[in-house]
Nanobody, 128 residues
C-alpha cells in the first residue's frame, strides 16, 4: 500500500513562489518513481516533474524548466516541487503520484496512466 499526502498549495501573485510537499510511504519506496502532475478545469492531467526515489533521473516538463525544481528528502520520505516565477497559467490542482514499476524503466515516465497511486491534490492559484 502506498500513501501520498500533498501540502503547500495556496494563492500567490504572479512572479511569486510556492513549495509543494508530498509525504510518501510504501514498503518498496526505493524502487518507485514519484511524479507531480497538474490539472486545470476542463483539461487533461499533465506531467510537471518527476524523479526516481533511489536517486537521479529528475525530469521536468518543458513548460516549467528554469522555474520549477523537484527534489527529495530521504529522512522525511518527502518529495518537493519548488515553484518559482509562477504564472497565471500555472493555476491548477497539483497531484503527487507514484509509479511503482518505475525502476523497470530507464527514465521518468510522463504518462498519467503509468502511475498507480495518487494523492488527494492541492490547489495552486496564481493571480495576475
Amino acid at each position: 500500500q502506498v500513501q501520498l499526502v500533498e501540502s503547500g498549495g495556496g494563492l500567490v501573485q504572479a512572479g511569486g513562489s510556492l513549495r509543494l510537499s508530498c509525504a510518501a510511504s510504501g514498503r518498496a519506496l526505493s524502487t518507485y518513481t514519484l511524479g507531480w502532475f497538474r490539472q486545470s478545469p476542463g483539461k487533461e492531467r499533465v506531467f510537471v516533474a518527476g524523479l526516481r526515489w533511489s536517486g537521479g533521473g529528475e525530469s521536468l516538463a518543458d513548460s516549467v524548466k528554469g522555474r520549477f525544481t523537484v527534489s527529495r528528502d530521504y529522512a522525511k520520505n518527502t518529495v518537493y516541487l519548488q515553484m518559482n516565477i509562477l504564472k497565471p497559467e500555472d493555476t491548477a490542482v497539483y497531484y503527487c503520484a507514484a509509479d511503482t514499476r518505475g525502476s523497470l524503466w530507464p527514465g521518468v515516465r510522463s504518462g498519467a496512466g503509468a502511475y498507480d497511486y495518487w494523492g488527494q491534490g492541492t490547489q495552486v492559484t496564481v493571480s495576475s
